[in-house]
């Protein structure tokens, strides 16, 4: 039935402006704003809606995740623009707050809502 269907995700912030600048300017990723919602453009073509939402309480999970080539690069230039990773208990990370135990590496940060997002690359084979 949905099969076809070029579906999309979404989220909610608590201030649509802070949005617009962290996801256009600090991410560099295309926003664009139509009727009080942003679309986010990510690579792939895939589209992310950003929509506003009062008393916004943000997920306890990873919202979105970036993947990379080369995390610690990515990271610096993360820390370069102002953004703070994020470090939780039981998941021992570098000191660039890069996680590398288990899966993919994985760094943490959140935009100006709280959502939490990631960068994150592939274990070498």
Same mark, same amino acid.
């Given at each position: ?26 991410? #560099?990723? @295309?926003?664009?704003?139509?009727? !009080?919602?942003?679309?986010? /453009?990510? =690579? ?6 950003? +929509? ?19 995390i ?9 623009? #102002?953004? @703070?990773?994020?470090?939780?208990? !039981?998941?021992?990370?570098? /000191?660039? =707050?890069?996680?590398?135990?288990g899966?993919? +590496? ?7 809502a ?12």
């Amino acid at each position: 039935m949905l099969g076809a269907s070029e579906a999309f995700s979404g989220f909610a912030v608590d201030d649509i402006e802070a949005a617009q600048g962290f996801y256009g300017q600090t991410l #560099g990723l @295309r926003v664009t704003e139509a009727n !009080g919602l942003l679309t986010l /453009e990510l =690579g792939g073509g895939t589209r992310v809606l950003v +929509y506003p939402k009062e008393k916004h309480a943000p997920a306890s999970f990873t919202v979105l995740n970036f993947p990379v080539d080369d995390i610690e690069a990515a990271v610096d230039e993360l820390v370069s623009k #102002g953004v @703070r990773m994020e470090r939780y208990p !039981g998941m021992p990370a570098d /000191e660039r =707050g890069i996680m590398r135990e288990g899966g993919p +590496y994985i760094a943490w940060f959140t935009d100006p809502a709280g959502n939490v997002l990631s960068v994150l690359q592939d274990r070498p084979a």
